[in-house]
């Protein structure tokens, strides 16, 4: 592998491997299984190993070159809607390696730092055909007529496309997971796939593959559909089949007509239940106990239950993985989710060269216990929310010049803060134009990033889901405050879990308190301080202090020697 270790960045820096890194180079080369599980703490450069993998990859056959080249690749059978040409691109060798990150900002660094190509999804990309004002890919007419779709591949003139063929000539690519999901079976097969923050990969796989049958859209396009327990599949087969039909007629119709405002919206509204209910029909059809079915508003919502076989087919589509994170919480456990046995993976861990002094955990030596319910709107606790508010405002003020982070971890806090700002009577309210809050429909968490690095006030950004997949180094990060522990929700899927396994549901709060901890400091120069209030953390801490990672306990146990006079 050290042969295969990038040396220079883009732009010309030039990159030493570090003794860790040789050490991990080494142990990476001596891996023959299928699966490698590496556990890599935060500054290891972990997109660095992702890079070795992808120029020890295998680069593509000349026949596969002139699949995608030609454009044989993305033909379409316009009956049957099957790749004509899938069995010659399936008897090629597997070639190339993909990255998968959970977020936008880790593709655009690794662009920027190995110019490597990177797959978005079809809102980043815009429309190059002549027209008023600028469409994005989303409303593109190629989406609705073959006939437009096949002149825009002939004439190469599609930036999503064109983009597509880059990423699939590469060597080296990324995309997020949710659009590797999304891609058609033929455009997956790799030779390596390498999983960025797989530690996450429960979470990922839970967003990418839950899927809501919203029943108003079946109404509103004269689609019936009952549930009945005894006959779903079937249902949703026939389902499934009623809204192709009306799909088909809106290909149709804009073969030789300009799709209408109507027919865009139609089709907008129809297609993602399409594609949704055929990825369901595929695992569920096999497997009834894969997902857990739920009513919500009428909708029927399925969950997926146990993660295996979804992780199952993502690994079937290379020929090697690589589970990469820094914040494996119990390897063994962990394996067993994805459907591994110990005979099925490798186990390279690194140890961190971070000094625990520069990024301390302070956490509460006496509090309180913080639940969603105090800050629900009908079940408020405003004594609650008052130590909340106060214990958040003292930290600030501890913090006057430095740009940091609250992690909310829960909707309604993030709400509780936004009206906290808004009273005059509140100690957050000498702060509301530091701090940025993400209500959902204002900013997204790529806007709150944008935020931080553009301005050079002390801004704080306030969200409940900025803890995995992105990077506060330096100065755009010297303190977070971490208002309640991580857990996920007890819904009906939660429950059924820990029915079998009782120490899932606390293990999953530890790995996405280790990630949330490990958004501030990220190479060895770097400091910043970390403040836990929810004591629930310090309970389950005593009980699963055996399986963290000793670069994390270590942090803790100096938070817990300098701990500041911030009681609730």
């Keep these: 592998m050290l042969e295969y270790f990038p040396r220079e960045k883009r732009g010309g820096e030039v990159i030493k491997p570090t003794q860790n890194q040789l050490k991990a180079l080494d142990r990476l ?214 809204i192709n039909k009306q799909i088909k007629r809106i ?39 894969s997902y857990v079915v739920t009513i919500e508003l009428g909708n029927l919502i399925f969950t997926p239950l146990y993660i295996d076989i979804f992780c199952k087919e993502l690994f079937r589509h290379a020929e090697k993985v690589v589970l990469m994170s820094a914040t494996f919480i119990n390897i063994k456990h962990y394996a067993k989710t994805l459907g591994l046995t110990e005979e099925d993976y490798d186990v390279v861990s690194i140890s961190s060269d971070f000094d625990p002094n520069k990024s301390p955990i302070f956490i509460p030596d006496s509090g309180v216990y913080l639940k969603s319910e105090y800050f629900n709107d009908k079940t408020r606790d405003p004594l609650m929310i008052k130590a909340l508010v106060r214990e958040i405002s003292f930290i600030l003020s501890e913090h006057p010049n430095d740009k940091g982070i609250i992690h909310t971890c829960s909707g309604q806090i993030t709400k509780v803060l936004r009206e906290e700002t808004l009273k005059k009577s509140s100690p957050l309210y000498k702060f509301k134009d530091r701090l940025i809050i993400r209500i959902k429909g204002e900013f997204s968490n790529s806007d709150l990033v944008k935020i931080n690095k553009s301005s050079s006030d002390p801004v704080v950004l306030v969200s409940p889901s900025l803890t995995t997949g992105f990077d506060f180094k330096g100065d755009l990060g010297k303190f977070q405050i971490i208002a309640k522990c991580p857990w996920i929700g007890q819904n009906a899927r939660a429950k059924l879990i820990m029915k079998q396994d009782k120490d899932w549901y606390n293990l999953l709060m530890l790995k996405n308190m280790v990630q949330a901890c490990g958004r501030t400091t990220r190479s060895t120069e770097d400091s910043s301080d970390t ?27 100096l938070g817990n020697k300098l701990i500041r006079e911030y009681k609730l």
């Design 251 to 289: 290909r149709a119709y804009t073969k030789n007509n300009k799709p209408d405002k109507n027919t865009i919206t139609k089709y907008q509204e129809l297609s993602p239940l399409s594609i949704g209910l055929e990825r369901l029909l595929k695992m569920y059809s096999n497997n009834k106990n």
């Design 531 to 557: 403040y836990i209030i929810d004591k629930c953390f310090v309970k389950v801490l005593k009980k699963y202090m055996s399986v963290l990672d000793e670069s994390f306990t270590k942090r803790l146990s």
């Design 29 to 242: 080369s001596a891996c023959e299984k299928k699966f490698v599980i590496f556990s890599a703490p935060t500054g290891t450069g972990k997109s660095l190993f992702g890079k070795a993998y992808g120029n020890s990859a295998r680069q593509p056959s000349k026949n596969y070159i002139e699949l995608v080249n030609t454009g044989k690749i993305n033909k379409v059978d316009d009956i049957s809607r099957r790749f004509i040409h899938e069995n010659e691109v399936y008897k090629e060798p597997a070639h190339g390696c993909f990255v998968l990150t959970p977020t936008i900002p880790l593709q655009d660094q690794l662009h920027q730092d190995f110019n490597t190509e990177i797959f978005k999804g079809k809102s980043n990309y815009f429309c190059n055909l002549k027209s008023k004002k600028p469409v994005r890919f989303t409303n593109a007419p190629c989406l609705f007529s073959s006939k437009q779709k096949k002149a825009c591949l002939k004439d190469k003139c599609c930036d999503y496309y064109n983009n597509q063929d880059a990423v699939l000539l590469s060597q080296f690519a990324c995309l997020n997971y949710d659009k590797f999901i999304y891609l058609p079976d033929i455009f997956k097969r790799r030779q390596i796939l390498v999983l960025d923050e797989a530690a996450d990969i429960e979470n990922i796989i839970i967003k990418c593959y839950e899927f809501t049958l919203d029943r108003s859209i079946l109404q509103k396009h004269g689609i019936n559909f009952k549930y009945r327990e005894k006959t779903l599949i079937e249902d949703l087969i026939e389902c499934y089949e009623d």
